[in-house]
């Protein structure tokens, strides 16, 4: 038997079992209209993905200067409204956004190295089972001395430091080896400015803190498989 398990299906699994085995093991999905193509969301993500990806060439003879990389993603923005894919308003807002958000990190120290990077990992293997952590990571970054994942988050909420051991954060360390993760809190409380809309929290594990969390996840999943 084989069980693939994203870090979401993990919180599934925790918190409500019987709700994992419907929608993990027998496959059921609830009946209900797809709203991710408006969600504001996606759309950031979507223009930060292009952000590091352009940051990411290092050709000089092709290399875009943040300004035409911001002009390069408005464009790019702006094209989705013509095709329909978000609505006007959420595109300009996130534009507007996009703009505080380049500007308040364009002195920062993150080197990108891979973006909206899919991992597949096996947590335990048997003869009978097989389980494979699986996902996609918005980005991995290098600073000196260090390389670590990275999760985009938007909210409209005022800064909160976020749980420590939270199966998101902890999964994608052990998937990439790192004992460092970054939440990059991106704000959308339009009476604030880019200082209180930012933020970056890091977290940080022992190799045991992880291989702890590895071994909980198994037992949680073969506690339900039966």
Not at 27 to 44: A, H, Q, V
Not at 53 to 82: C, G, H, P, W, Y
Not at 144 to 162: C, I, L, N
Request: negative net charge.
């Amino acid at each position: 038997m084989i069980i693939t398990i994203s870090p979401s299906s993990i919180e599934t699994l925790q918190s409500c079992p019987t709700a994992y085995n419907f929608s993990s093991i027998l496959r059921l999905r609830p009946i209900e209209e797809d709203t991710s193509r408006m969600d504001r969301g996606t759309l950031f993500h979507k223009l930060l993905a292009m952000h590091y990806k352009l940051l990411m060439n290092e050709d000089e003879s092709t290399k875009l200067t943040i300004n035409q990389i911001n002009l390069t993603i408005v464009a790019a923005a702006r094209e989705m409204t013509r095709n329909d894919e978000f609505p006007h308003e959420m595109v300009e807002e996130c534009i507007e956004n996009y703009g505080l958000y380049s500007q308040f990190y364009q002195s920062d120290n993150w080197k990108p190295v891979a973006v909206e990077t899919p991992f597949s990992v096996v947590l335990f293997e048997s003869e009978e089972l097989k389980i494979i952590l699986e996902g996609i990571m918005d980005l991995i970054v290098e600073i000196p001395g260090m390389k670590f994942p990275v999760d985009h988050k938007t909210t409209e909420r005022a800064e909160y430091k976020p749980t420590i051991l939270n199966n998101q954060f902890m999964a994608y360390c052990y998937a990439t080896g790192s004992k460092n993760f970054v939440k990059n809190e991106v704000g959308f409380q339009k009476s604030y400015g880019a200082d209180k809309r930012f933020h970056r929290h890091m977290m940080s594990y022992t190799e045991d803190i992880l291989e702890e969390w590895k071994n909980q996840v198994v037992f949680d999943i073969m506690k339900t498989i039966g």
